[in-house]
């Protein structure tokens, strides 16, 4: 592809953010922490975005809904941009947020157990005989649920 027909598939920021899902000002915010390079410009001067911009777009706003942090993002799309090296490192990186994951849903558990039994504990009496209101005053037993 030539440098010419690659700058007329280009598209404008506002273009981009509707292709990829991205909002425009984080585009702008990917471009200064440098998850994405500044794009080509227009005389102008408004960005212009490639195919190859929007899939990266792309790829970032899929890690981020997947809850992976920037750093993360940074070294996979480091990797992903290297595709001889060994894909170990981008393992490493979702077995760490697996983890994670996995702690939360433990911890969202144990919630859901403390509102279950809150609930099923109440009369829809008084406020005075409110077991909603008697278990949130209660020092809580099993440990720190957030």
């Known amino acids: 592809m030539t440098e010419k027909s690659a700058?007329?598939?280009?598209?404008?920021?506002?273009?981009?953010?509707?292709?990829?899902?991205v909002k425009v000002p984080t585009i702008r915010y990917y471009e200064q922490i440098g998850l994405l390079a500044a794009p080509a410009r227009t005389e102008?001067?408004?960005?212009?975005?490639?195919?190859?911009d929007l899939r990266r777009l792309a790829f970032v706003?899929?890690?981020?809904?997947?809850g992976f942090d920037v750093e993360a993002i940074r070294t996979l799309l480091s990797l992903q941009?290297?595709?001889?090296?060994?894909?170990?490192?981008?393992?490493?990186?979702?077995?760490?947020r697996l983890a994670e994951v996995r702690v939360r849903i433990a911890k969202l558990k144990a919630l859901e157990a403390e509102l279950t039994r809150m609930?099923?504990?109440?009369?829809?009496?008084?406020?005075?005989?409110?077991?909603?209101?008697?278990?949130?005053?209660e020092p809580h037993r099993h440990g720190t649920l957030a």
């Open 7 to 21: 700058v007329e598939e280009a598209v404008p920021i506002g273009e981009a953010a509707k292709r990829s899902g």
């Open 61 to 66: 706003r899929h890690a981020r809904e997947l």
């Open 119 to 137: 609930v099923e504990e109440c009369a829809c009496g008084r406020v005075a005989e409110c077991r909603v209101i008697e278990i949130l005053a």
């Open 81 to 96: 941009d290297h595709p001889d090296r060994s894909c170990a490192s981008a393992d490493a990186i979702a077995q760490a």
């Open 44 to 52: 102008g001067n408004r960005r212009l975005y490639t195919r190859t």
